[in-house]
C-alpha cells in the first residue's frame, strides 16, 4: 500500500512539473506576440484622426443621457462648447463652472459622467467660468 502512494505522488509531480513548463513557454510565447505598453485598440489604431468623448444627449441638462463615442478632431470644439467631455464617458474630464457656497464661481474639472451630473443638477454651468474684465486705470 505504501509504494503505491508513492507512486501516485510521482506521477502526480511529474504531471505538474509538465503543466508549469507548458504553461511557461506559452506564457513567453504570448509576450513575445504582444509587448505589454504597445497595444492600442482597434478602432484607435484603425481611425487615427477620431478622437472618443462621452457625449450628452438630449436637452435638459439635469436629466441628460451620456453615451461614448467618436468623432472626428475637427468636431471636438464643437462638442466641447455644448458640455461634452473628452474620453470615454466613466473617465471622461468635463469642464464646468462651480458655483461656491460662498457664492464665487471658479472653473473647475471633474472627471466622470456621474460627477458631471451631480454638478449639473446642483446648478453649475457647463464650460469655463467668464473671466473678469480688468477696469483700465485712468492716465
Known amino acids: 500500500m505504501k509504494g503505491f502512494s508513492t507512486l501516485r505522488l510521482g506521477r502526480a509531480t511529474l504531471l505538474a512539473f509538465i503543466a508549469a513548463?507548458?504553461?511557461?513557454?506559452?506564457?513567453?510565447?504570448?509576450?513575445?506576440?504582444?509587448p505589454a505598453g504597445t497595444s492600442t485598440p482597434a478602432a484607435e489604431s484603425a481611425y487615427p484622426k477620431k478622437v472618443?468623448?462621452?457625449?450628452r444627449t438630449g436637452k435638459n441638462l439635469k436629466k441628460s443621457k451620456y453615451r461614448t463615442i467618436r468623432i472626428s478632431r475637427r468636431a471636438l470644439k464643437a462638442h466641447l462648447?455644448?458640455?461634452?467631455g473628452i474620453g470615454a464617458c466613466p473617465r471622461a474630464v468635463f469642464t464646468i463652472c462651480?458655483?461656491?457656497k460662498a457664492g464665487k464661481k471658479r472653473t473647475m474639472k471633474v472627471r466622470g459622467w456621474k460627477a458631471h451630473r451631480k454638478h449639473m443638477r446642483q446648478g453649475d454651468?457647463?464650460?469655463?467660468?467668464?473671466?473678469?474684465?480688468k477696469k483700465k486705470g485712468k492716465k
Open 21 to 34: 513548463v507548458v504553461l511557461g513557454a506559452f506564457a513567453v510565447a504570448g509576450a513575445g506576440v504582444s
Open 52 to 55: 472618443t468623448i462621452c457625449h
Open 81 to 84: 462648447r455644448h458640455g461634452d
Open 98 to 100: 462651480h458655483k461656491t
Open 125 to 133: 454651468k457647463i464650460r469655463a467660468c467668464p473671466k473678469k474684465k
